[in-house]
Protein backbone atom coordinates (compact mmCIF):
# COMPACT_ATOMS: atom_id res chain seq x y z
CA UNK A 1 0.00 0.00 0.00
CA UNK A 2 1.06 3.57 -1.04
CA UNK A 3 2.34 5.99 1.78
CA UNK A 4 3.83 8.66 0.14
CA UNK A 5 3.66 12.37 0.30
CA UNK A 6 1.65 12.64 -2.92
CA UNK A 7 -1.32 9.99 -1.42
CA UNK A 8 -0.82 9.93 2.14
CA UNK A 9 -4.01 10.87 3.94
CA UNK A 10 -2.20 11.21 7.15
CA UNK A 11 -0.80 14.47 6.01
CA UNK A 12 -3.50 16.47 7.61
CA UNK A 13 -3.64 20.28 6.69
CA UNK A 14 -5.59 20.32 10.18
CA UNK A 15 -2.05 20.95 12.08
CA UNK A 16 -2.25 24.56 13.93
CA UNK A 17 -5.40 23.47 16.02
CA UNK A 18 -6.50 20.73 19.02
CA UNK A 19 -8.32 17.83 17.20
CA UNK A 20 -11.93 17.33 17.96
CA UNK A 21 -13.19 14.01 17.31
CA UNK A 22 -16.38 13.89 14.68
CA UNK A 23 -19.31 13.25 17.36
CA UNK A 24 -18.20 16.56 19.18
CA UNK A 25 -17.09 19.19 16.28
CA UNK A 26 -18.84 21.81 15.79
CA UNK A 27 -18.74 22.02 12.18
CA UNK A 28 -20.55 18.46 11.73
CA UNK A 29 -23.60 19.18 13.90
CA UNK A 30 -25.73 19.46 9.88
CA UNK A 31 -23.76 15.89 9.14
CA UNK A 32 -24.72 14.15 12.21
CA UNK A 33 -28.18 16.04 12.47
CA UNK A 34 -28.84 14.08 9.07
CA UNK A 35 -26.93 10.85 10.22
CA UNK A 36 -29.66 10.75 13.37
CA UNK A 37 -32.46 9.45 11.22
CA UNK A 38 -33.99 6.38 11.94
CA UNK A 39 -36.23 5.51 9.26
CA UNK A 40 -34.95 4.25 6.36
CA UNK A 41 -38.07 4.98 4.09
CA UNK A 42 -38.51 8.42 5.39
CA UNK A 43 -38.93 11.02 2.71
CA UNK A 44 -34.84 12.60 2.54
CA UNK A 45 -35.42 16.46 3.18
CA UNK A 46 -32.71 17.21 0.02
CA UNK A 47 -31.30 20.46 1.31
CA UNK A 48 -30.57 18.84 4.51
CA UNK A 49 -28.45 16.38 2.63
CA UNK A 50 -26.30 18.73 0.57
CA UNK A 51 -25.40 20.82 3.33
CA UNK A 52 -24.52 17.94 5.54
CA UNK A 53 -22.31 16.42 1.94
CA UNK A 54 -20.78 19.52 1.57
CA UNK A 55 -20.10 19.98 5.33
CA UNK A 56 -17.99 16.57 5.33
CA UNK A 57 -16.12 17.60 1.95
CA UNK A 58 -15.12 20.37 3.62
CA UNK A 59 -13.97 18.20 6.76
CA UNK A 60 -11.65 16.03 5.03
CA UNK A 61 -10.72 18.79 2.51
CA UNK A 62 -8.76 20.63 5.49
CA UNK A 63 -7.53 17.16 7.16
CA UNK A 64 -6.76 15.21 4.19
CA UNK A 65 -3.93 16.81 1.72
CA UNK A 66 -4.55 14.32 -0.80
CA UNK A 67 -8.66 14.97 -0.66
CA UNK A 68 -7.93 18.77 -1.11
CA UNK A 69 -6.01 18.29 -3.96
CA UNK A 70 -8.42 15.82 -5.52
CA UNK A 71 -10.84 19.12 -5.50
CA UNK A 72 -8.71 21.27 -6.65
CA UNK A 73 -7.52 18.91 -9.74
CA UNK A 74 -11.56 18.51 -10.55
CA UNK A 75 -11.96 22.41 -10.23
CA UNK A 76 -14.55 21.64 -6.99
CA UNK A 77 -15.72 25.00 -5.45
CA UNK A 78 -17.96 23.79 -2.09
CA UNK A 79 -19.28 26.79 -1.66
CA UNK A 80 -21.21 26.53 -5.06
CA UNK A 81 -22.48 22.90 -4.59
CA UNK A 82 -26.21 23.33 -3.70
CA UNK A 83 -28.10 21.13 -5.17
CA UNK A 84 -28.43 17.02 -6.22
CA UNK A 85 -27.08 17.64 -9.35
CA UNK A 86 -23.92 19.44 -8.31
CA UNK A 87 -23.32 17.15 -5.89
CA UNK A 88 -23.35 14.36 -8.23
CA UNK A 89 -20.31 16.55 -9.70
CA UNK A 90 -18.32 16.23 -6.85
CA UNK A 91 -15.12 14.12 -7.58
CA UNK A 92 -15.55 10.26 -6.87
CA UNK A 93 -13.40 8.04 -5.26
CA UNK A 94 -12.86 4.64 -7.06
CA UNK A 95 -13.58 1.87 -4.83
CA UNK A 96 -9.99 0.37 -6.37
CA UNK A 97 -8.35 3.55 -4.97
CA UNK A 98 -8.21 1.86 -1.41
CA UNK A 99 -6.80 -1.01 -2.48
CA UNK A 100 -3.09 0.79 -2.91
CA UNK A 101 -3.45 4.02 -1.03
CA UNK A 102 -4.67 5.09 2.79
CA UNK A 103 -6.05 8.20 2.62
CA UNK A 104 -7.21 8.97 6.23
CA UNK A 105 -8.51 12.32 7.63
CA UNK A 106 -8.05 11.63 11.16
CA UNK A 107 -4.98 10.82 13.42
CA UNK A 108 -4.19 7.29 14.25
CA UNK A 109 -5.61 7.45 17.42
CA UNK A 110 -8.81 8.12 16.81
CA UNK A 111 -9.48 5.05 14.25
CA UNK A 112 -11.60 2.32 15.64
CA UNK A 113 -11.98 -0.27 13.42
CA UNK A 114 -9.96 -1.03 10.45
CA UNK A 115 -11.17 -3.66 8.15
CA UNK A 116 -10.27 -5.34 4.70
CA UNK A 117 -12.58 -6.02 1.72
CA UNK A 118 -11.35 -9.15 0.51
CA UNK A 119 -11.05 -12.85 1.46
CA UNK A 120 -8.05 -15.24 0.99
CA UNK A 121 -6.83 -14.23 -3.01
CA UNK A 122 -6.41 -10.64 -4.06
CA UNK A 123 -5.55 -6.81 -3.35
CA UNK A 124 -7.23 -5.90 -0.44
CA UNK A 125 -9.18 -2.52 0.40
CA UNK A 126 -7.85 -0.93 3.85
CA UNK A 127 -10.48 0.84 5.41
CA UNK A 128 -10.38 2.60 8.56
CA UNK A 129 -13.35 4.22 10.73
CA UNK A 130 -13.09 6.34 13.64
CA UNK A 131 -15.54 5.77 16.57
CA UNK A 132 -18.49 8.05 14.94
CA UNK A 133 -18.63 6.31 11.62
CA UNK A 134 -18.40 2.36 12.47
CA UNK A 135 -21.54 3.84 15.33
CA UNK A 136 -23.10 5.30 12.67
CA UNK A 137 -23.57 2.51 10.45
CA UNK A 138 -23.96 -0.24 12.66
CA UNK A 139 -27.05 1.88 14.28
CA UNK A 140 -28.62 2.36 10.34
CA UNK A 141 -28.04 -1.50 9.87
CA UNK A 142 -29.86 -1.80 13.20
CA UNK A 143 -32.49 0.38 11.93
CA UNK A 144 -32.72 -1.12 8.34
CA UNK A 145 -32.84 -4.64 9.90
CA UNK A 146 -35.90 -3.51 12.18
CA UNK A 147 -37.63 -1.80 9.69
CA UNK A 148 -37.47 -5.02 7.41
CA UNK A 149 -39.09 -6.99 10.40
CA UNK A 150 -36.18 -9.42 11.84
CA UNK A 151 -36.76 -10.08 15.21
CA UNK A 152 -33.98 -8.76 18.20
CA UNK A 153 -35.41 -11.71 20.69
CA UNK A 154 -34.98 -15.06 21.60
CA UNK A 155 -32.11 -17.31 20.70
CA UNK A 156 -31.34 -18.80 17.14
CA UNK A 157 -29.35 -21.13 15.98
CA UNK A 158 -26.51 -19.73 12.99
CA UNK A 159 -25.55 -21.12 9.95
CA UNK A 160 -22.87 -18.48 8.72
CA UNK A 161 -21.57 -18.54 5.14
CA UNK A 162 -18.35 -16.43 5.34
CA UNK A 163 -15.18 -16.74 6.79
CA UNK A 164 -14.77 -18.25 10.00
CA UNK A 165 -12.74 -15.68 12.16
CA UNK A 166 -9.59 -15.88 14.13
CA UNK A 167 -7.27 -13.17 16.41
CA UNK A 168 -6.35 -10.75 14.07
CA UNK A 169 -8.98 -11.46 11.06
CA UNK A 170 -10.23 -8.04 9.58
CA UNK A 171 -12.24 -9.36 6.95
CA UNK A 172 -15.41 -6.66 6.33
CA UNK A 173 -17.86 -9.45 5.77
CA UNK A 174 -17.19 -11.76 8.45
CA UNK A 175 -17.01 -8.55 10.97
CA UNK A 176 -20.34 -7.26 9.36
CA UNK A 177 -21.97 -11.45 9.81
CA UNK A 178 -20.91 -11.38 13.61
CA UNK A 179 -22.53 -8.27 14.31
CA UNK A 180 -25.71 -9.68 12.51
CA UNK A 181 -25.63 -12.39 14.81
CA UNK A 182 -26.61 -9.87 17.63
CA UNK A 183 -30.12 -9.79 17.03
CA UNK A 184 -30.71 -12.82 18.23
CA UNK A 185 -28.57 -14.32 21.01
CA UNK A 186 -26.48 -17.70 19.55
CA UNK A 187 -27.48 -20.75 20.61
CA UNK A 188 -25.10 -22.53 18.28
CA UNK A 189 -23.06 -21.12 15.42
CA UNK A 190 -21.26 -23.13 12.48
CA UNK A 191 -18.91 -21.33 10.33
CA UNK A 192 -19.17 -22.96 7.09
CA UNK A 193 -15.72 -21.48 5.37
CA UNK A 194 -13.84 -22.89 8.74
CA UNK A 195 -10.53 -21.62 9.24
CA UNK A 196 -7.52 -24.25 8.27
CA UNK A 197 -4.73 -22.92 9.69
CA UNK A 198 -2.39 -20.10 8.53
CA UNK A 199 -4.61 -17.63 7.46
CA UNK A 200 -6.37 -20.05 4.89
CA UNK A 201 -9.87 -21.15 4.72
CA UNK A 202 -12.28 -24.02 3.33
CA UNK A 203 -15.65 -24.77 2.32
CA UNK A 204 -17.30 -27.24 5.05
CA UNK A 205 -20.32 -28.65 3.12
CA UNK A 206 -20.93 -31.84 5.07
CA UNK A 207 -20.67 -29.68 8.37
CA UNK A 208 -23.11 -27.36 6.77
CA UNK A 209 -25.46 -30.02 6.22
CA UNK A 210 -24.93 -31.41 9.60
CA UNK A 211 -25.46 -28.14 11.04
CA UNK A 212 -28.54 -27.82 8.92
CA UNK A 213 -29.72 -31.24 10.21
CA UNK A 214 -29.24 -30.79 14.08
CA UNK A 215 -30.89 -26.54 13.63
CA UNK A 216 -34.36 -28.48 12.31
CA UNK A 217 -34.28 -31.00 14.84
CA UNK A 218 -33.72 -28.51 17.74
CA UNK A 219 -36.77 -26.61 18.18
CA UNK A 220 -35.21 -22.91 17.85
CA UNK A 221 -35.20 -20.86 15.17
CA UNK A 222 -32.33 -20.94 12.48
CA UNK A 223 -30.66 -17.76 10.93
CA UNK A 224 -28.63 -18.22 7.58
CA UNK A 225 -26.52 -15.69 7.27
CA UNK A 226 -23.51 -14.76 4.27
CA UNK A 227 -22.55 -15.59 0.58
CA UNK A 228 -26.01 -17.16 -0.87
CA UNK A 229 -23.80 -19.17 -2.85
CA UNK A 230 -22.54 -21.22 0.08
CA UNK A 231 -26.34 -21.99 0.83
CA UNK A 232 -26.71 -23.20 -2.55
CA UNK A 233 -24.39 -25.64 -2.91
CA UNK A 234 -25.11 -27.03 0.39
CA UNK A 235 -28.85 -27.52 -0.36
CA UNK A 236 -27.50 -28.93 -3.79
CA UNK A 237 -25.43 -30.94 -1.45
CA UNK A 238 -28.23 -32.60 0.61
CA UNK A 239 -30.12 -33.43 -2.98
CA UNK A 240 -27.08 -35.51 -4.05
CA UNK A 241 -26.76 -37.65 -0.97
CA UNK A 242 -30.69 -37.87 -1.37
CA UNK A 243 -31.78 -36.45 1.91
CA UNK A 244 -35.39 -36.05 2.66
CA UNK A 245 -36.28 -32.07 3.23
CA UNK A 246 -35.77 -29.98 6.12
CA UNK A 247 -38.26 -28.16 7.86
CA UNK A 248 -36.57 -25.49 9.74
CA UNK A 249 -38.36 -23.83 13.11
CA UNK A 250 -40.72 -21.26 12.78
CA UNK A 251 -39.07 -17.63 12.92
CA UNK A 252 -36.11 -19.01 11.09
CA UNK A 253 -34.65 -16.34 8.37
CA UNK A 254 -31.92 -16.41 5.44
CA UNK A 255 -30.04 -13.23 4.85
CA UNK A 256 -28.04 -12.92 2.30
CA UNK A 257 -24.92 -10.59 2.03
CA UNK A 258 -22.04 -10.83 -0.52
CA UNK A 259 -24.03 -11.81 -3.87
CA UNK A 260 -22.23 -14.49 -6.71
CA UNK A 261 -19.68 -12.17 -7.83
CA UNK A 262 -16.94 -14.23 -9.34
CA UNK A 263 -19.25 -17.03 -9.41
CA UNK A 264 -21.53 -16.10 -12.36
CA UNK A 265 -21.47 -19.44 -14.14
CA UNK A 266 -23.06 -21.37 -11.31
CA UNK A 267 -25.53 -18.67 -9.68
CA UNK A 268 -29.07 -19.41 -10.34
CA UNK A 269 -31.64 -16.57 -10.14
CA UNK A 270 -33.46 -15.08 -7.01
CA UNK A 271 -36.57 -17.19 -7.55
CA UNK A 272 -35.09 -20.54 -8.14
CA UNK A 273 -32.68 -20.02 -4.72
CA UNK A 274 -35.77 -18.89 -2.86
CA UNK A 275 -38.18 -21.88 -4.23
CA UNK A 276 -34.67 -23.94 -3.54
CA UNK A 277 -34.70 -22.40 0.42
CA UNK A 278 -38.48 -23.13 0.49
CA UNK A 279 -38.35 -26.72 -0.86
CA UNK A 280 -35.56 -27.83 1.41
CA UNK A 281 -35.20 -25.63 4.29
CA UNK A 282 -39.58 -24.36 4.37
CA UNK A 283 -38.49 -21.15 5.04
CA UNK A 284 -40.77 -18.67 2.69
CA UNK A 285 -40.05 -15.67 0.97
CA UNK A 286 -41.16 -12.80 3.31
CA UNK A 287 -38.11 -14.39 5.56
CA UNK A 288 -35.54 -13.86 3.07
CA UNK A 289 -33.43 -10.57 2.95
CA UNK A 290 -31.52 -9.41 0.67
CA UNK A 291 -28.73 -7.50 1.52
CA UNK A 292 -26.12 -5.28 -0.21
CA UNK A 293 -22.80 -3.32 1.08
CA UNK A 294 -18.87 -2.88 0.76
CA UNK A 295 -16.28 -2.23 3.42
CA UNK A 296 -15.71 0.81 1.17
CA UNK A 297 -19.58 2.18 1.80
CA UNK A 298 -21.37 0.65 4.96
CA UNK A 299 -24.51 2.17 4.26
CA UNK A 300 -26.77 -0.49 4.38
CA UNK A 301 -28.67 -1.15 1.48
CA UNK A 302 -31.75 -4.35 2.94
CA UNK A 303 -34.02 -5.41 0.28
CA UNK A 304 -38.08 -5.63 0.68
CA UNK A 305 -40.28 -8.55 0.64
CA UNK A 306 -39.62 -8.41 -3.21
CA UNK A 307 -35.90 -8.46 -2.79
CA UNK A 308 -35.11 -5.05 -4.15
CA UNK A 309 -32.81 -3.23 -3.07
CA UNK A 310 -34.04 -0.07 -1.76
CA UNK A 311 -32.31 3.43 -1.33
CA UNK A 312 -32.86 4.23 1.85
CA UNK A 313 -33.11 7.75 3.40
CA UNK A 314 -29.06 8.30 4.44
CA UNK A 315 -27.68 7.75 0.80
CA UNK A 316 -27.94 8.88 -2.42
CA UNK A 317 -27.43 6.20 -5.14
CA UNK A 318 -25.94 7.07 -8.87
CA UNK A 319 -25.79 4.96 -11.88
CA UNK A 320 -22.83 6.35 -13.51
CA UNK A 321 -21.90 6.11 -17.53
CA UNK A 322 -18.95 3.73 -17.48
CA UNK A 323 -16.92 6.05 -20.34
CA UNK A 324 -17.67 9.49 -18.64
CA UNK A 325 -19.02 9.07 -15.47
CA UNK A 326 -21.98 10.97 -15.60
CA UNK A 327 -25.10 9.95 -14.30
CA UNK A 328 -27.61 7.88 -15.94
CA UNK A 329 -31.00 8.10 -15.90
CA UNK A 330 -33.48 5.54 -14.71
CA UNK A 331 -32.99 1.76 -16.46
CA UNK A 332 -29.86 2.69 -17.67
CA UNK A 333 -26.97 0.34 -16.51
CA UNK A 334 -23.80 1.66 -15.76
CA UNK A 335 -21.22 1.87 -12.28
CA UNK A 336 -23.01 1.55 -9.19
CA UNK A 337 -22.17 4.92 -7.16
CA UNK A 338 -23.16 6.16 -3.63
CA UNK A 339 -22.79 9.13 -1.98
CA UNK A 340 -23.31 9.83 2.11
CA UNK A 341 -22.26 11.92 4.27
CA UNK A 342 -21.98 9.30 7.14
CA UNK A 343 -18.20 8.70 7.23
CA UNK A 344 -15.79 11.39 8.66
CA UNK A 345 -12.21 9.04 8.90
CA UNK A 346 -11.57 8.37 4.93
CA UNK A 347 -13.23 10.84 2.12
CA UNK A 348 -15.53 8.00 0.85
CA UNK A 349 -18.45 10.12 1.17
CA UNK A 350 -19.01 9.69 -3.09
CA UNK A 351 -17.54 6.33 -4.58
CA UNK A 352 -17.50 4.22 -7.21
CA UNK A 353 -18.02 0.68 -7.08
CA UNK A 354 -17.02 -2.09 -9.41
CA UNK A 355 -19.96 -3.30 -9.43
CA UNK A 356 -22.63 -2.66 -12.74
CA UNK A 357 -25.95 -2.07 -11.97
CA UNK A 358 -29.19 -0.32 -13.04
CA UNK A 359 -31.83 2.25 -10.64
CA UNK A 360 -36.08 2.25 -10.95
CA UNK A 361 -37.77 4.80 -10.37
CA UNK A 362 -39.30 5.54 -6.79
CA UNK A 363 -42.94 3.43 -6.33
CA UNK A 364 -41.86 0.97 -8.87
CA UNK A 365 -41.68 -2.03 -6.48
CA UNK A 366 -44.85 -3.85 -6.08
CA UNK A 367 -43.85 -3.45 -2.25
CA UNK A 368 -45.37 -0.14 -2.54
CA UNK A 369 -42.10 1.48 -0.88
CA UNK A 370 -42.04 5.17 -2.38
CA UNK A 371 -38.37 4.99 -2.89
CA UNK A 372 -35.68 4.04 -5.75
CA UNK A 373 -34.44 0.88 -5.51
CA UNK A 374 -31.48 -0.91 -7.43
CA UNK A 375 -30.47 -4.51 -9.12
CA UNK A 376 -27.18 -5.10 -9.29
CA UNK A 377 -26.05 -6.70 -12.79
CA UNK A 378 -22.53 -8.34 -12.21
CA UNK A 379 -19.08 -6.94 -11.24
CA UNK A 380 -17.36 -4.95 -13.75
CA UNK A 381 -13.31 -5.47 -14.58
CA UNK A 382 -10.64 -8.41 -14.78
CA UNK A 383 -10.60 -11.63 -12.83
CA UNK A 384 -7.59 -10.37 -10.79
CA UNK A 385 -9.71 -8.05 -9.58
CA UNK A 386 -11.67 -10.15 -6.89
CA UNK A 387 -14.41 -9.29 -4.48
CA UNK A 388 -14.39 -11.11 -0.66
CA UNK A 389 -17.24 -13.02 -2.21
CA UNK A 390 -15.22 -13.85 -5.46
CA UNK A 391 -12.79 -15.17 -3.55
CA UNK A 392 -14.62 -16.99 -1.40
CA UNK A 393 -16.08 -18.76 -4.33
CA UNK A 394 -13.18 -19.98 -5.75
CA UNK A 395 -13.23 -22.66 -2.30
CA UNK A 396 -16.18 -23.76 -4.07
CA UNK A 397 -13.89 -25.22 -6.57
CA UNK A 398 -12.52 -27.95 -3.86
CA UNK A 399 -15.04 -28.54 -2.26
Same mark, same amino acid.
Given at each position: ?21 ? @? ?31 ? $??? !? ?15 ? %? ?31 ? +????? &?? %? ?29 ? #???? /? ?48 ? #? +? ?69 ? $? ?5 ? !?????? +? ?20 ? #???? /? ?19 ? =???? @???? /? ?17 ? &?? =? ?8 ? /??? +? ?10 ? @? ?12
Amino acid at each position: MQNDSKFHGELRMVTDMQWLEA @SSAPELECVRAFCAQTDPAAARDEGQFVRAMVA $LSR !WHAERNRWYAGLLTQHG %TDLERVRSLADLADLPSVHANFFKYHEAKSVPD +EAIAT &HL %TSSGTTGQKSQMFFDAFTMDTARRMVDDAMR #HRGV /PSDGAANYLVNAYEPYAGFKVGTSNTNQYLMRYAPVAEAFWTLRCIGEGR #H +EFDAFGAVQALSRFAASGQPTRIIGFPAFLHFALERMAQMGMPPLRLPAGSWVIFGGGWKGHADKAISRAA $LQAQIGQ !WLGVGP +EHIVETFGAVEHCIPYVGCACQ #HLHV /PVWSEVLIRDVRTLAPLGYGE =PGFL @SFLS /PYITSVPAHSVVMGDLAVL &HP =PGSCECGAAT /PWF +EVLGRAGTSSNK @SCAAAAAELLRAA
